[in-house]
């Protein structure tokens, strides 16, 4: 825990440059698109038009959650597009800034966490999108909302751990890079991003499900925090989520910090 607190009190004292570096991400992001910000809502408004025609048309599957299709999947994908995106750019932050780590002596972490902001910037996007949607079909708020950055922060800890890990063995073994997005492309389908976990809760490996995926519970608590009258989500996949997340988070911290005096000689 001393090696945890060190870190982030490292990381605090240079809040100005986490800040630089969060702005400079973001403006690159964006920069010399014709549609800027707008990706962030064209995106999940696509992605769910799409499983919609795909679920109701082509599949003809049905939905027993008792809750708007429309919204189950888009607050799917909303916790989905932050995970995935935060995971990604953490896990390649080390290697993208490679010029600058090996010009210059700073906190490394600095850089991991900083390039989460353009998820934060797409996901508060797509939020107001979420809420315009939802009046739009009648359906009201959760009054569990204000409980969302608790979610976000969870999510957060969990991709941060996870992409301090990546981005740790990815420096020296660039087949690392490879990896991730085959994490992102099937944890979406193996995750209830487009449907909900009421379809697998009756079966006897549940459990041990939720205990490989805690994203499972993850994406329930986004949804507990977002649709009205939510009650899919139970304290156990709750508390299988927040541990897994610290343990990750701390794992990530503890490799990321005995690797990280090497990464200038791979550089």
């Not at 825990?1 to 973001?26: T, V």
């Not at 995935?84 to 972490?109: D, E, T």
């Not at 087949?175 to 009756?202: H, M, N, R, W």
């Amino acid at each position: 825990m001393n090696l945890i607190q060190q870190k982030l009190k490292e990381i605090g004292s240079d809040w100005e440059l986490l800040l630089i570096l969060a702005k400079r991400d973001i403006s690159v992001r964006y920069k010399q698109t014709i549609l800027g910000l707008s990706w962030a809502i064209v995106k999940p408004i696509a992605t769910m038009l799409v499983f919609l025609f795909a679920y109701k048309q082509v599949a003809k599957i049905q939905d027993f959650s008792g809750f708007p299709i429309q919204l189950v999947i888009f607050s799917g994908i909303l916790f989905w597009n932050y995970f995935a995106n935060s995971l990604q750019a953490i896990s390649n932050s080390i290697l993208v800034n490679s010029n600058l780590i090996s010009k210059v002596y700073f906190p490394r972490l600095i850089i991991c966490f900083s390039s989460i902001a353009v998820s934060l910037v797409d996901f508060l996007v797509g939020l107001a999108v979420y809420i315009i949607l939802a009046l739009s079909l009648h359906q009201s708020i959760s009054a569990y909302i204000f409980l969302l950055p608790l979610a976000l922060f969870i999510t957060s800890l969990f991709a941060l751990g996870f992409g301090l890990i990546f981005a740790s063995f990815s420096v020296k073994y660039r087949d690392v890079q490879q990896i991730i997005p085959l994490i992102v492309q099937y944890g979406f389908f193996a995750t209830p991003i487009v449907y909900t976990s009421k379809q697998l809760s009756e079966k006897s490996w549940f459990l041990y499900y939720n205990i490989l995926n805690p994203l499972a519970g993850l994406v329930e608590m986004f949804r507990a925090c977002l649709i009205s009258q939510y009650d899919l989500l139970t304290a156990q996949n709750v508390s299988i989520s927040i541990i897994a997340s610290v343990v990750v988070f701390i794992l990530g911290i503890i490799i990321f910090d005995k690797r990280e005096d090497s990464f200038v000689d791979y550089l």
